[in-house]
Antibody
Framework: QVQLQESGPGLVKPSETLSLTCSVS??????????WAWIRQPPGKGLEWIGS???????FYNPSLRSRLTLSIDTYKNQFSLTFFSVTAADTATYFC????????????WGQGTLVSVSS | QSALTQPPSASGSPGQSVTISCTGI??????VSWYQQHPGKAPKLLIY???KRPSGVPDRFSGSTSGNTASLTISGLQGDDEADYHC???????????FGGGTKLTVL
């Protein structure tokens, strides 16, 4: 059974860059059936899709976040990453990584989530 | 695609049934999924492709659509069903995903 684990800083200063990594075990990120995704949840609010990427490097971003985002994947380390530029307090959230079934469009495996606070 | 609309809260007594709606789905859309999230935990897949249940999810949970609204019905409510429920739709042309705002279910 595939498992995902987020890692990264719990605190980032405003205007700085947030970087998170999701390590995948129990299955390869190079599987043709899946995209790999980032989703976030501000405290007390709903889920927001950030973006998804395929092992080939093909990426899809939430249009409202696209200008500040980069997603990347490392098939050798079996992990994928999120880089979020110029963060503000509004980016404070729990960030989840998840596996997305391509075409069928659902997230069947999730990481436990990591809380990132943006504060000076 | 546009965000989806869910009622912020729902409630029911043990043994009863409750239905949670999710409006804003494209009519005839097949890529609707539902997730259950307990406090402090990651979401868990409950329903995918409108009506299908992953292995291990009880048949008390069922999904449907009508027009531009998807629905999750939980029958025989149990205490552990008290959680947040999120709907999601997926647009395969550009791999975009939309979530509803989530519904907090209280078991009275």
């Amino acid at each position: 059974q595939v498992q995902l684990q987020e890692s990264g800083p719990g605190l980032v200063k405003p205007s700085e860059t947030l970087s998170l990594t999701c390590s995948v075990s129990g299955g390869p990120v190079s599987s043709s059936n899946f995209y790999w995704a980032w989703i976030r949840q501000p405290p007390g609010k709903g889920l927001e899709w950030i973006g998804s990427l395929y092992f080939s490097g093909r990426t899809f971003y939430n249009p409202s976040l696209r200008s500040r985002l980069t997603l990347s994947i490392d098939t050798y380390k079996n992990q994928f990453s999120l880089t979020f530029f110029s963060v503000t307090a509004a980016d404070t959230a729990t960030y989840f990584c998840a596996r997305l079934w391509w075409v069928r469009g659902y997230f069947d495996s999730w990481g436990q989530g990591t809380l990132v606070s943006v504060s000076s | 695609q546009s965000a989806l609309t869910q009622p912020p809260s729902a409630s029911g007594s043990p043994g009863q049934s409750v239905t949670i709606s999710c409006t804003g789905i494209s009519s005839g859309y097949n890529y609707v999924s539902w997730y259950q999230q307990h406090p402090g935990k990651a979401p868990k897949l409950l329903i995918y492709e409108v009506t299908k249940r992953p292995s291990g999810v009880p048949d008390r949970f069922s999904g449907s659509t009508s027009g531009n609204t998807a629905s999750l019905t939980i029958s025989g409510l149990q205490g552990d069903d008290e959680a947040d429920y999120h709907c999601s739709s997926y647009e395969d042309k550009n791999n975009n995903v939309a979530f509803g705002g989530g519904t907090k279910l209280t078991v009275l």
